[in-house]
């Protein structure tokens, strides 16, 4: 059982930067892909970025490319995602997740953490 918990949301102006944590636990943690979801009020979730563990390849939705960054500190067993130039449309919850190397979707989630842009 993988155990996810985010950290690090808050209120910022846009053009600001935050930098949220998921602390992850659980065996063979490097064999899953992690994920980055939001999910905005009014709006269906969306899908913000992902790394695989083992290489730490990432891969980004086209709104976030460039401002948004996916690393991770393998010592701590976690993922970070540093945003910056934040936009209010990025206001939402923000949650960690993790999907079985193979599986075809995320399997874990974490409970969320709120960001608020505004303007």
């Known amino acids: 059982q993988v155990q996810l918990v985010e950290s690090g949301g808050g209120l910022v102006q846009a053009g600001g930067s935050l930098r949220l944590s998921c602390a992850a636990s659980g065996r063979t943690i490097n064999a899953y892909t992690m994920g980055w979801f939001r999910q905005a009020p009014g709006k269906e979730r969306e899908f913000v970025g992902s790394l695989s563990w083992s290489s730490a390849r990432t891969s980004y939705a086209d709104s976030v490319k460039g401002r948004f960054t996916i690393s991770k500190d393998n010592a701590k067993n976690t993922v970070y995602l540093q945003m910056n130039s934040l936009k209010p449309e990025d206001t939402a919850v923000y949650y960690c997740?993790?999907?079985?190397?193979?599986?075809?979707?995320?399997?874990?989630w974490g409970q969320g953490t709120q960001v608020t842009v505004s303007s």
């Open positions: 997740a993790a999907k079985w190397r193979t599986a075809y979707d995320y399997g874990y």
